[in-house]
């Protein structure tokens, strides 16, 4: 098949492009092309995806069997994405995102009312409200993925999506990614205490009994190759996640075994742990997902086992820090006072 990516240039795309292009397919990427010379070995149309009617001829010429979006944030944009691929592509997989569920609204305090129940099915409900976060939290998100916008909510992008009569869609909601190239780091607090030498790892009790969806790299992007290469993924909506829901205080032991770290990981009290250690929200609100469904339907598994994706991550982490390294999030000295008191 043609495939066209839009997007893809960045932590998921180039895992994509790689299972595409052993599969046989015909990988073509649509970006800024401020980056120089990457992917030499696929085709490139290079443009602003906030103004693709500009480029209909391009698509048109290309002709693609199937369209992938990495980088929709709104519903303006995927009204804007089937207005200038219907009668050219056969498909569209949009790349949405577990924070659709009413679930992460009572996590953020925008929802009232009971928890919702988990694990979370693509049946579960969604939020009722369109402010998918807190303005302050929305702010740190755009720091990280330049490409959301103002009006970043994924409800509307899949509704506009599902919608469509004409041009069938398929709508994957992302876990939390880790892996090589992962831009906010997620394994990196844990891999730098290690490599400081820290003999206790100190957890907030909240935080360390949350439950969240997580999904390798690698094995993210094999999920999205299922569906473009499946047309039982035509109208259809998946969770993608690994299987294990671990709670954090599971996750962090998981990475550290794989490190081969011997220290011992303590759990605070949540009216006493050091404040750099807390999550904020309602974290009686899990976000554990049933990823079932497209393992049914599509024959999904991950390719990467759980202690080599880790392993990869960690060495990853350990070549490339973040820059600047945030100390906040490294306060030892609160912590050891911590140890010390308690």
Not at 206 to 217: D, E, N, T
Request: some cysteine.
């Amino acid at each position: 098949m043609k495939v066209l990516l839009i997007g893809g240039t960045g932590f998921i795309g180039p895992a994509v492009i790689s299972l595409l292009q052993q599969l046989g397919h015909e990988v073509t990427l649509f970006h800024r092309g401020n980056q120089q010379n990457i992917y030499p070995e696929v085709e490139h149309i290079r443009g602003n995806r906030n103004e693709l009617a500009a480029y209909a001829d391009a698509f048109r010429k290309l002709a693609p069997d199937v369209v992938v979006d990495f980088i929709l944030s709104s519903g303006r944009q995927a009204h804007e994405l089937m207005n200038a691929f219907r009668g050219i592509a056969h498909r569209v997989v949009a790349l949405s995102s577990i924070d659709v569920y009413r679930a992460c609204g009572i996590l953020h305090g925008l929802e009232a009312g009971l928890l919702e129940p988990v694990p979370l099915t693509e049946d579960s409900a969604l939020r009722t409200k369109l402010q998918t976060y807190p303005a302050e939290v929305l702010e740190k998100v755009q720091a990280v993925y330049g490409w959301l916008d103002n009006e970043y909510d994924k409800i509307p992008v899949e509704q506009a999506i599902m919608a469509d009569r004409e041009m069938p869609g398929t709508i994957l909601r992302l876990p939390f990614v880790y892996g090589p190239r992962d831009v906010k780091h997620r394994l990196f607090p844990i891999v730098k205490r290690i490599d400081d030498g820290r003999k206790t790892i100190l957890m907030d009790e909240a935080a360390a009994q949350w439950r969240a969806p997580w999904g390798h790299v690698e094995n993210v992007a094999a999920a999205i190759v299922a569906a473009v290469a499946s047309e039982k993924a035509s109208g259809r909506i998946y969770n993608v996640a690994e299987p294990h829901g671990f709670t954090e205080l599971q996750w962090t032991k998981k990475i550290t075994e794989v490190a081969g770290w011997r220290g011992e990981i303590r759990v605070a009290s949540s009216a006493t742990a050091p404040s750099h250690l807390k999550m904020s929200g309602n974290l009686q609100q899990h976000w554990l997902a049933d990823s079932s469904r497209i393992r049914r339907e599509l024959g999904y598994h991950e390719p990467v086992p759980l202690e080599e994706a880790i392993q990869t991550t960690i060495a990853w982490e350990r070549a490339n820090p973040p820059q600047p390294i945030d100390p906040r999030q490294f306060d030892y000295a609160a912590e050891d006072a911590y140890l010390e008191s308690a």
